[in-house]
């Protein structure tokens, strides 16, 4: 079946590294993304894995990817408040892509 | 390149009422798709167009139909509109060069129904 799952709040204070956890159930996905939303707009693409690999960095954001527990993370160091949003983990299959319920951020002064 | 672009931006109807709302994207784009976003439940797809002339249904299609009238346009339908249907809209499409297949969203579309 397809489900994705994630935790629906999270608070960190800024500065501090922030880690948002995701699980998925479909092993064909061939790609997870996350995706981010500010309020009041829609989504948009923050990164992605192809789902051979098990690691990827881009500046502050590092996207781990363990595909035998099906488990995927988004760790956004030195925490902003321009960060204060939804992130949205999201697994591709065929030409569908199954989103998670989203994961509000807020950070704390 | 105006993207993805949806109108209209806000909408209050009655029960029973009937609306479309528009879409269309100019990124020459194979697929579309219709999502609902409601408080906790995230988003769920409610129609998809994997080309131009076809349609397929998604996770919540009832109340809904689409047409996807040309390959820049994909609407959504509401023929007799309920109060569960009061959601935020979003549009998307996908299929350009490359190769993950990002999907690029509208502003959305929020829908009110009394």
């Known amino acids: 079946g397809e489900d994705v799952e994630q935790s629906l709040f999270l608070s960190v204070r800024e500065g501090d590294s922030s880690v948002i956890n995701c699980t998925y159930t479909d092993s064909s996905s061939t790609y997870l993304y996350w995706y981010k939303q500010e309020p009041g707009a829609g989504l948009q693409l923050l990164t992605y894995i192809f789902s051979n690999m098990d690691m990827k960095q881009d500046q502050r954001l590092t996207v781990l990817l363990n595909k035998k527990d099906k488990h995927l993370s988004l760790r956004i160091a030195d925490t902003q408040t321009g960060d204060s949003a939804i992130y949205f983990c999201a697994e591709r299959i065929d030409d569908k892509i199954i989103f998670g319920k989203g994961t509000r951020l807020h950070i704390l002064p | 390149n105006a993207g993805v672009t949806q109108t209209p931006k806000f909408q209050v109807l009655k029960t029973g009422q009937s609306m479309t709302l528009q879409c269309a994207q100019d990124?020459?784009?194979?697929?579309m798709y219709w999502y609902r976003q409601d408080p906790g439940m995230g988003l769920r797809l409610i129609y998809y167009s994997a080309s131009e002339g076809t349609t397929d249904k998604g996770e919540v299609p009832n109340g809904y139909n689409v047409s996807r009238l040309n390959k820049r346009e994909f609407s959504l339908r509401l023929e007799s509109a309920a109060p569960s249907q009061t959601s935020v809209y979003f549009c998307?499409?996908?299929?350009?060069?490359?190769?993950?297949?990002?999907?690029?969203f509208g502003p959305g579309t929020r829908l009110t129904v009394l």
């Open positions: 998307a499409s996908s299929g350009g060069r490359s190769s993950y297949n990002e999907q690029f």
């Open positions: 990124m020459n784009h194979n697929s």
